[in-house]
């Protein structure tokens, strides 16, 4: 049985990130396994993950850690987001080279095992190309910008303008505009559109997972087909499932992780 998650707030960089604990089984044999880091999609928050890293800690047996990058969730929010604060087209390394490496510091962590989702799963390639992480699992990761995904980011500002697309988000985000915008504007920003971190993931060593589903509307498969690294790569296609594998397909794509990381320490 897992021990209770605990709720948080940790400083890093001089910034108030909300993080949420989740123990490891107690009395397990494997007390040494690495953690998981759990990196959320460009809307999430350690809310939005719901129950799902608890599952994959259990069934995994390993400890985790979920936080609320800066503006999301219940973490610190961002001054004039459209204006000085807004997000630069290298946000993403930004979070994986200073901000990710800090939070590990801070929590004592070494090596992890990187779990991202979209933005998170490019965050976490990022940061294992140039860190040393026990292994790397990415679902629905952005590795270039496609049209596709320019098309539906534009979808959800229209939604977050004229529905009730910013009621629904503003449960799980302390500032819903922050949140929202801080994504939004940059993904649509037309500097952006040249990210690309192919050639960077060559420089990849840890073992790899990157899942996505087959009907993702936020990028093809050209996302997960095009990373080369220099260690070894395992991709997995999932059928009847969207951008977020573990809310379409929540068993099949527990089974993945934990039968990928059967076989890391």
């Excluded at 037309?190 to 997972?209: H, K, T, Y």
């Amino acid at each position: 049985m897992l021990k209770h998650c605990r709720m948080e707030s940790v400083i890093v960089n001089g910034v108030a990130l909300e993080l949420m604990r989740i123990e490891g089984p107690a009395g397990s044999a494997d007390v040494h396994l690495a953690p998981i880091v759990f990196l959320h999609e460009g809307l999430g928050s350690v809310a939005m993950w719901r129950d799902w890293p608890r599952q994959v800690c259990k069934a995994t047996g390993r400890a985790g850690f979920v936080y609320s990058r800066r503006g999301y969730g219940k973490s610190q929010s961002i001054d004039d987001v459209r204006g000085t604060g807004r997000l630069r087209p290298d946000y993403m390394h930004r979070e994986a080279l200073n901000v990710l490496p800090e939070l590990l510091e801070a929590l004592d962590v070494d090596e992890p095992v990187l779990l991202g989702h979209s933005d998170g799963g490019t965050i976490a390639l990022i940061h294992a190309a140039h860190f040393t992480v026990r292994a790397c699992i990415v679902m629905a990761p952005h590795v270039v910008v496609e049209d596709i995904s320019v098309k539906s980011i534009e979808q959800a500002r229209t939604a977050f303008e004229g529905s009730d697309l910013r009621s629904r988000l503003a449960r799980y985000h302390d500032d819903v505009d922050v949140a929202f915008w801080q994504w939004n504007d940059i993904w649509l920003d037309p500097a952006f559109r040249a990210f690309d971190i192919r050639a960077e993931c060559g420089r990849i060593q840890a073992p790899l997972l990157a899942i996505q589903g087959e009907d993702d509307a936020y990028g093809t498969l050209r996302q997960i087909e095009e990373i080369k690294t220099a260690g070894t790569i395992r991709r997995e296609v999932i059928a009847k499932c969207g951008h977020s594998p573990h809310k379409d397909q929540p068993e099949a794509t527990l089974q993945l992780v934990a039968n990928f990381l059967a076989h890391v320490g």
